[in-house]
């Protein structure tokens, strides 16, 4: 596979990115359809056994952590890539960034609130800021920082679940007082929703797209409690991306020997993490504290090189080209319209204002949507950039970030003239 195009893109990137993605709404999916607990906690909301607990496991073991880890780290490199090309065009740097961070948080803030709880756009707005300072490091420091950012988050969500450990302990004891059982149910016991709980939580998604709106924005303060929580590690995997960039890991310039060799121990130990985690999930019952902290903590580094591991057999798979890699280059191009664009169809589907599925399907069923998803993605965008420069939502952001309409449509071949014709 070549490593850019005539346009001058990096065609790894966008296959990487595209492959990424599509797996990312293949767990959000079950976000969209029943109460956010059901995302961590199987037993919370939409089945734990059957399919559904196999759907669960799986992704559990190939999709869950490793494609959002993925595409942060594609992030990194993708705003790094940006930042070079436009001091490359004498332009500054430092502002082009800026102003690209500034109007992905507006595009967050206005999903957030109005679309889906789960945005990710927010986050990276936030943390990309951040990482730019250190976008002159060398690559081995980067990894040192990303590395740092990424152990810090996982020491502060320790302490945090060493203290719902003993509110659990508290909340569970005999004639537990009303405060113990209020910090539990406010904290991980949230991830074991009563009935109450899920009746209203179905109301409020079944219920107009206004309603739904304005109780998003009487809690506008939890978007940034939110974001805060995860911004070391989001920012600890851009700076690993910016390394894997700058070294050629991601723009396919190493050898298929080390890739092969990435693809051994990345997928590897992360598989081997990611089942050691399930077991002890499905042991413990799904309780919060193994739910959380198995997966945020102890399984976070694995799930790093997992996801490595998945940008190394993508390199190699894709590098013969063909019409399918093709597809996913344009999906990975056009990858900030198709994951906005997937909150968009999925919240028609399953809220109120649309055919209100949410909290009527279980697990598995949910999931039977991803794989729709995915071929409405691999469908449209490269028709799309066939005829256009950008996905519609990344011609917005940039027409937004530059202060001016962007030239959208691509210039029309030259006609050849007919043989005997001046």
Request: glycine share 10%.
């Amino acid at each position: 596979m070549n490593s850019s195009n005539d346009s001058g893109r990096i065609r790894s990137l966008d296959v990487i990115r595209g492959i990424a993605v599509m797996g990312i709404f293949s767990v959000n999916v079950v976000a969209f359809a029943m109460i956010d607990s059901a995302y961590f906690n199987p037993s919370a909301y939409g089945g734990a056994s059957g399919a559904s607990l196999f759907v669960w496991v799986a992704n559990m073991l190939v999709i869950d952590g490793k494609m959002r880890s993925l595409f942060s780290m594609l992030f990194g490199a993708s705003a790094l890539l940006v930042i070079e090309k436009a001091e490359a065009a004498g332009l500054n740097g430092r502002a082009v960034h800026l102003r690209r961070m500034a109007v992905l948080l507006g595009f967050g803030l206005v999903h957030y609130y109005l679309i889906w709880f789960g945005d990710i756009l927010t986050l990276y707005a936030v943390s990309g800021l951040v990482a730019f300072l250190f976008r002159r490091r060398p690559s081995y420091k980067l990894v040192i920082l990303g590395s740092l950012f990424i152990a810090a988050n996982m020491a502060f969500f320790a302490m945090f679940l060493a203290g719902q450990y003993q509110a659990e302990l508290a909340a569970h004891a005999p004639h537990a007082s009303r405060h113990a059982l209020e910090v539990w149910n406010d904290g991980m016991g949230s991830l074991e929703p009563s009935a109450s709980d899920i009746a209203r939580d179905r109301a409020l998604h079944l219920g107009s797209w206004t309603g739904f709106a304005a109780h998003n924005l009487a809690r506008w303060g939890s978007v940034i409690g939110n974001t805060v929580i995860f911004i070391p590690e989001t920012i600890g995997l851009m700076l690993i991306g910016m390394a894997a960039y700058r070294s050629g890991f991601l723009t396919g310039a190493w050898s298929d020997v080390q890739y092969r060799r990435a693809v051994g121990w990345g997928i590897g130990v992360g598989v081997v993490g990611s089942g050691a985690v399930a077991v002890a999930d499905l042991v413990s019952g799904f309780d919060p504290i193994v739910l959380v902290g198995a997966l945020v903590v102890v399984a976070t580094p694995l799930i790093t090189l997992q996801a490595l591991g998945y940008a190394a057999l993508i390199i190699l798979l894709s590098r013969r080209g063909g019409a399918w890699w093709d597809r996913v280059a344009a999906a990975g191009r056009a990858a900030f319209s198709n994951y906005l664009g997937t909150s968009i169809l999925a919240s028609l589907i399953f809220y109120g204002w649309g055919l209100g599925l949410y909290g009527s399907v279980e697990r598995w069923q949910a999931w039977l949507l991803a794989p729709l998803f995915w071929l409405v993605m691999l469908a449209w965008s490269k028709p799309w950039l066939e005829r256009y420069r950008y996905g519609p939502l990344e011609w917005l952001w940039r027409s937004l970030s530059r202060g001016h309409l962007q030239p959208m449509r691509k210039p029309s071949a030259p006609r050849v003239a007919r043989e005997g014709t001046a």
